[in-house]
T-cell receptor
């Protein structure tokens, strides 16, 4: 089956530093990846849609200069949280769609727990 | 615009009893509907989907869901719940649009708790 690998699974960083999260599709090519943020016991909040070879599309209210997304290849998208602050602490999840049709399910990474101290 | 409603934040059921997790949707045209499950500190896992055809779809771990067009619902069911089914369940919908990158809409999630 389709596997999405997300790394790291957890990270603790100091306020003001930057953190990079990687999302890889291991056995399929993903032209589109999605980045979500999830607060405790709450639903997924879509942050941005990442398209291979082009700029990411950010949802309203998401700071694109703070959450840098790069989708350099068909199997890798990265999210960099720049100048992190404690309020950026959250669970970040990436997903990728296998197949070119809209009836294809999304495949999710296992998430990254970010804690900013 | 499409939307998904999961009216229950939490569903409690005893092990061995049948379970239902509710989902209703709103979308133009015929929808593509999905159920996902999330275990603690993990990403979401695909359970099943409805595209077309038989209204009752079967998925992983013994789950099934029934598509009801007149009620715009896609409830998740399982005949006999297991304690290991305790998790967060998400319903999602996307329209059968063409061209560009679609963005599925997720419900807010329902926490299923199965008691021994």
């Amino acid at each position: 089956g389709a596997v999405v690998s997300q790394h790291p699974s957890w990270v603790i960083c100091k306020s003001g530093t930057s953190v990079k999260i990687e999302c890889r599709s291991l056995d399929f090519q993903a032209t589109t990846m999605f980045w979500y943020r999830q607060f405790p016991k709450q639903s997924l909040m879509l942050m941005a849609t990442s398209n291979e070879g082009s700029k990411a599309t950010y949802e309203q209210g998401v700071e694109k200069d703070k959450f840098l997304i790069n989708h350099a290849s068909l199997t890798l998208s990265t999210l960099t949280v720049t100048s992190a602050h404690p309020e950026d602490s959250s669970f970040y999840i990436c997903s990728a769609r296998q197949g070119a049709t809209y009836n294809s399910p999304l495949h999710f990474g296992n998430g990254t727990r970010l804690t900013v101290t | 615009a499409q939307s998904v409603a999961q009216p229950e934040d939490q569903v409690n059921v005893a092990e061995g009893n049948p379970l239902t997790v509710k989902c209703t949707y709103s979308v133009s045209g015929n929808p593509y509907l999905f159920w996902y499950v999330q275990y603690p500190n993990r990403g979401l896992q695909f359970l099943l989907k409805y595209i077309t055809g038989d209204n009752l779809v079967k998925g992983s771990y013994g789950f099934e869901a029934e598509f009801n067009k007149s009620q715009t619902s896609f409830h998740l069911k399982k005949p006999s719940a297991l304690v290991s089914d305790s998790a967060l369940y998400f319903c999602a919908v996307s329209p059968p649009a063409s061209g560009g990158s679609y963005i599925p809409t997720f419900g807010r999630g329902t926490s299923l708790i199965v008691h021994p």
